[in-house]
T-cell receptor
């Protein structure tokens, strides 16, 4: 089975540009999570969806961040405009609620904003 | 505010040593506690604990949950250099559906 797929794996952009990160969860999983990881703050939950519906976005740092899940097999995290402090690794994870609480992580997108 | 605290933050041991990593939590509506291992890439799942006092074991790794003390430990016996990683503790809650709070992690380095 394919795991969680994220793209791009690396993104380098300039301050002020729009950045879109993409995620394809494991087929059949009904929860999808977006995390951000930095050395300073560790792993932070940004937002999560259940059956494509956003449940909790309290971790989204500010209005520059938005996330969508138009269908069960695709989600995006958008940053507009990007700032240098957004530089981090962004992980997407998915979970099958019928099989416990384990979350399966994608490989991450390393974002660098210059 | 829900929180998960791990200790120590970092640890250096020699191959063959046994280590114990700690995780304590303060959350409302506790549901589960999970341990993950993170090397250079994404976290990978180790254990999920929901019941107090029942040890889960996988090879040289084992973990147990103490709901009375609101804590869990992860033990690694006969450590190997391949055990060098960040070990993350996460707590799942039923707040507003389902939510996961991660600790800062324990960075373990095993010397040959």
């Amino acid at each position: 089975d394919a795991g969680v797929i994220q793209s791009p794996r690396h993104e380098v952009t300039e301050m002020g540009q729009e950045v879109t990160l993409r995620c394809k969860p494991i087929s059949g999983h009904d929860y999808l999570f977006w995390y951000r990881q930095t050395m300073m703050r560790g792993l932070e939950l940004l937002i999560y969806f259940n059956n494509n519906v956003p449940i909790d976005d309290s971790g989204m740092p500010e209005d520059r961040f938005s996330a969508k899940m138009p269908n069960a097999s695709f989600s995006t995290l958008k940053i507009q405009p990007s700032e240098p402090r957004d530089s981090a690794v962004y992980f997407c994870a998915s979970r099958n609620s019928g099989r416990g609480d384990t979350q399966y992580f994608g490989p991450g997108t390393r974002l660098t904003v210059l | 505010e829900d929180k998960v605290v791990q200790s120590p933050l970092s640890l250096v041991v020699h191959e063959g040593d046994t280590v114990t990593l700690n995780c304590s939590y303060e959350v409302t509506n506790f549901r589960s506690l999970l341990w993950y291992k993170q090397e250079k890439k994404a976290p990978t799942f180790l254990f999920m604990l929901t019941s107090s006092g029942i040890e889960k074991k996988s090879g040289r790794l084992s973990s147990i949950l103490d709901k009375k003390e609101l804590s869990s430990i992860l033990n690694i016996t006969a450590t190997q250099t391949g055990d060098s990683a960040i070990y993350l503790c996460a707590v799942g809650t039923n707040t507003g559906g389902f939510k996961t709070i991660f600790g800062a992690g324990t960075r373990l380095f095993v010397k040959a």
